[in-house]
């Protein structure tokens, strides 16, 4: 003890007990002019309080429950007039509430009452108000639950439930990891964040594969969404992982951008799961992608403005003008339903809005005529023109090398010298896979097949084909008409059970059966 230098020091242990903290360690010194005392081993601090609810968002209830105990190497305490200041070095550890936090330095600054001073040089039982900051500096570990976080600083505000991580701050879940360029936690929710240096924040989601769309890729495999923002916000039963600014998903052979996506993950499957594992991403409920919405899938690509994933399910939902383009064919419709190996089409009529199918030019069918010219060869040149198929319902199903688009509803087809009409088509194209500009890979068609079912009505010029059904075979410029098949033009009408049409030749093979004899009927001649 110097008392003519207001100083003092000891080897021994030392007790401070204020009003809401007990310091205990071994070895300290004392400065009165300065008003700080330093404790030199095994210090340990024992706060009245917990910081915690910035992380989990849960209020302690428990008044026993409601503590923060500090552990260092070391520790300078000083005072002024509203408020204690700690400093803890080497080995800190931290255990308030159910949050565990190490890091290599600590500073805490607790708030005193506005009405009373506590001065160090005479130690007063006092109340502090509360911790007011707290800030961890090198290797920060905070462990929750099943929740981890690692970042190389940590900024605690206990007043506002508030916390600040820096230094490309890591979070690891069950099922899940998120890394960005910084983390803001409030009451519970936290916010990752990205940045334009370093890039956009990442959530990897463990076992999501293709999200349940992809026939080549595992579920096994890993999905990884980035964006420029992510918020963390926990509810009762399920975590919502919302990604806005630039995100996007990356899952297998599958990739998704939107302005907004939302991940809805269960927590687990037992009310006791829900309490004991606070947040993680046991199982991904549903994916919601919102505004400019992009997908590419097995070499298609998918817009709309809203999409509703479920990858437990395998199956999507997509709304608000869907669009699907294969190379340089193209489907569109009121709402898209994705499944693996398939996807339906619906129009709406209350909208007016039609299932609008975009497919592969085919090539001039040949005219037909019930008396045709001595030149039996058609030579015109004809504009080869898009096939356009529309209807109210379209079912589109991926068959290894080839794709076939079932119609129903109100058919019509337009093409080359062709506009057909029937309640149900069915379309084969052969698919193979080519890259775009943008290096993607995506499947480009071509027509081999079209048939036709109930009410066929196929119009080529001023001729009229009818029938039960009707093969088509673009490749092979070929027709055929079954079932009270009739061909119709100005020099007369040909009907039959069977009729085949083949490109060029002008001629139609007219075939009985089925109780139907082939005729054909001419034009009355003039008198």
Same mark, same amino acid.
């Given at each position: 003890?110097?008392?003519?230098?207001?100083?003092?020091?000891?080897?021994?242990?030392?007790?401070?007990?204020?009003?809401?903290?007990?310091?205990?360690?071994?070895?300290?010194?004392?400065?009165?002019?300065?008003?700080?005392?330093?404790?030199?081993?095994?210090?340990?601090?024992?706060?009245?309080?917990?910081?915690?609810?910035?992380?989990?968002?849960?209020?302690?209830?428990?008044?026993?429950?409601?503590?923060?105990?500090?552990?260092?190497?070391?520790?300078?305490?000083?005072?002024?007039?509203?408020?204690?200041?700690?400093?803890?070095?080497?080995?800190?550890?931290?255990?308030?509430?159910?949050?565990?936090?190490?890091?290599?330095? #600590?500073?805490?600054?607790?708030? *005193?009452?506005?009405?009373? &001073?506590? /001065? @160090? $040089?005479?130690?007063?039982? %006092?109340?502090?108000?509360?911790?007011?900051?707290?800030?961890?500096?090198?290797?920060?570990?905070?462990?929750?639950?099943?929740?981890?976080?690692?970042?190389?600083?940590?900024?605690?505000?206990?007043?506002?439930?508030?916390?600040?991580?820096?230094?490309?701050?890591?979070?690891?879940?069950?099922?899940?990891?998120?890394?960005?360029?910084?983390?803001?936690?409030?009451?519970?929710?936290?916010?990752?964040?990205?940045?334009?240096?370093?890039?956009?924040?990442?959530?990897? #989601?463990?076992?999501?594969?293709? *999200?349940?769309?992809?026939? &080549?890729? /595992? @579920? $096994?495999?890993?999905?990884? %969404?980035?964006?420029?923002?992510?918020?963390?916000?926990?509810?009762?039963?399920?975590?919502?992982?919302?990604?806005?600014?630039?995100?996007?998903?990356?899952?297998?052979?599958?990739?998704?951008?939107?302005?907004?996506?939302?991940?809805?993950?269960?927590?687990?499957?037992?009310?006791?799961?829900?309490?004991?594992?606070?947040?993680?991403?046991?199982?991904?409920?549903?994916?919601?992608?919102?505004?400019?919405?992009?997908?590419?899938?097995?070499?298609?690509?998918?817009?709309?403005?809203?999409?509703?994933?479920?990858?437990?399910?395998?199956?999507?939902?997509?709304?608000?003008?869907?669009?699907?383009?294969?190379?340089?064919?193209?489907?569109?419709?009121?709402?898209?339903?994705?499944?693996?190996?398939?996807?339906?089409?619906?129009?709406?009529?209350?909208?007016?809005?039609?299932?609008?199918?975009?497919?592969?030019?085919?090539?001039?069918?040949?005219?037909?005529?019930?008396?045709?010219?001595?030149?039996?060869?058609?030579?015109?040149?004809?504009?080869?023109?898009?096939?356009?198929?529309?209807?109210?319902?379209?079912?589109?199903?991926?068959?290894?090398?080839?794709?076939?688009?079932?119609?129903?509803?109100?058919?019509?087809?337009?093409?080359?010298?062709?506009?057909?009409?029937?309640?149900?088509?069915?379309?084969?194209?052969?698919?193979?896979?080519?890259?775009?500009?943008?290096?993607?890979?995506?499947?480009?068609?071509?027509?081999?097949?079209?048939?036709?079912?109930?009410?066929?009505?196929?119009?080529?010029?001023?001729?009229?084909?009818?029938?039960?059904?009707?093969?088509?075979?673009?490749?092979?410029?070929?027709?055929?008409?079954?079932?009270?098949?009739?061909?119709?033009?100005?020099?007369?009408?040909?009907?039959?059970?069977?009729?085949?049409?083949?490109?060029?030749?002008?001629?139609?093979?007219?075939?009985?059966?089925?109780?139907?004899?082939?005729?054909?009927?001419?034009?009355?001649?003039?008198?």
């Amino acid at each position: 003890l110097r008392l003519d230098e207001n100083k003092a020091q000891s080897e021994e242990s030392i007790t401070i007990i204020g009003g809401n903290f007990h310091i205990t360690g071994n070895g300290w010194t004392w400065d009165g002019t300065t008003k700080e005392i330093s404790v030199l081993m095994n210090t340990r601090v024992e706060f009245k309080e917990t910081f915690a609810e910035s992380i989990t968002g849960n209020a302690i209830e428990n008044k026993d429950e409601q503590k923060t105990v500090i552990t260092s190497k070391r520790l300078n305490l000083r005072t002024s007039e509203d408020s204690h200041n700690f400093n803890f070095l080497e080995d800190v550890k931290i255990d308030s509430s159910t949050m565990l936090l190490t890091a290599d330095a #600590l500073q805490a600054i607790a708030t *005193l009452p506005n009405n009373l &001073t506590n /001065s @160090i $040089s005479s130690p007063v039982n %006092v109340k502090i108000n509360s911790l007011k900051e707290i800030r961890a500096r090198g290797g920060v570990f905070i462990e929750h639950s099943d929740r981890k976080i690692r970042a190389d600083a940590a900024d605690f505000f206990p007043f506002k439930q508030l916390a600040h991580f820096g230094g490309k701050p890591e979070i690891e879940l069950k099922g899940a990891y998120l890394s960005g360029d910084a983390i803001r936690a409030q009451s519970g929710a936290i916010e990752l964040l990205g940045s334009d240096e370093n890039g956009r924040a990442q959530m990897l #989601l463990y076992e999501t594969g293709g *999200l349940g769309l992809e026939e &080549t890729t /595992s @579920i $096994s495999t890993d999905t990884i %969404v980035l964006a420029y923002k992510i918020l963390i916000l926990e509810n009762q039963n399920k975590n919502l992982f919302e990604f806005t600014d630039n995100a996007e998903v990356l899952s297998g052979d599958l990739q998704m951008e939107a302005k907004k996506i939302t991940v809805s993950a269960y927590k687990g499957s037992t009310s006791k799961e829900f309490i004991d594992q606070p947040i993680q991403v046991n199982k991904v409920e549903n994916i919601i992608a919102e505004n400019n919405v992009r997908i590419i899938r097995d070499g298609q690509q998918a817009t709309c403005q809203n999409a509703l994933i479920y990858p437990l399910k395998g199956r999507a939902e997509l709304f608000g003008n869907p669009h699907i383009s294969f190379g340089e064919s193209s489907v569109s419709g009121y709402r898209m339903e994705l499944l693996k190996n398939e996807s339906y089409v619906y129009g709406n009529s209350g909208d007016n809005v039609n299932v609008f199918v975009k497919l592969p030019a085919m090539q001039e069918l040949g005219k037909i005529e019930i008396e045709p010219s001595n030149n039996t060869i058609d030579v015109r040149e004809v504009m080869v023109e898009e096939t356009i198929v529309k209807c109210m319902q379209l079912h589109i199903l991926d068959q290894l090398d080839q794709t076939l688009f079932v119609c129903k509803d109100a058919v019509k087809v337009t093409g080359t010298n062709l506009i057909a009409d029937c309640e149900r088509l069915e379309v084969t194209a052969l698919s193979d896979s080519i890259t775009n500009s943008k290096s993607e890979q995506m499947t480009n068609m071509k027509i081999v097949k079209i048939k036709a079912d109930e009410n066929v009505k196929i119009q080529q010029e001023d001729r009229i084909a009818m029938a039960n059904s009707a093969l088509i075979f673009p490749n092979d410029g070929r027709i055929e008409l079954e079932g009270l098949a009739s061909v119709t033009d100005p020099s007369g009408t040909a009907s039959g059970h069977r009729i085949i049409i083949n490109q060029g030749e002008s001629r139609a093979q007219v075939e009985s059966g089925n109780g139907q004899r082939a005729k054909v009927i001419l034009p009355e001649l003039d008198n």
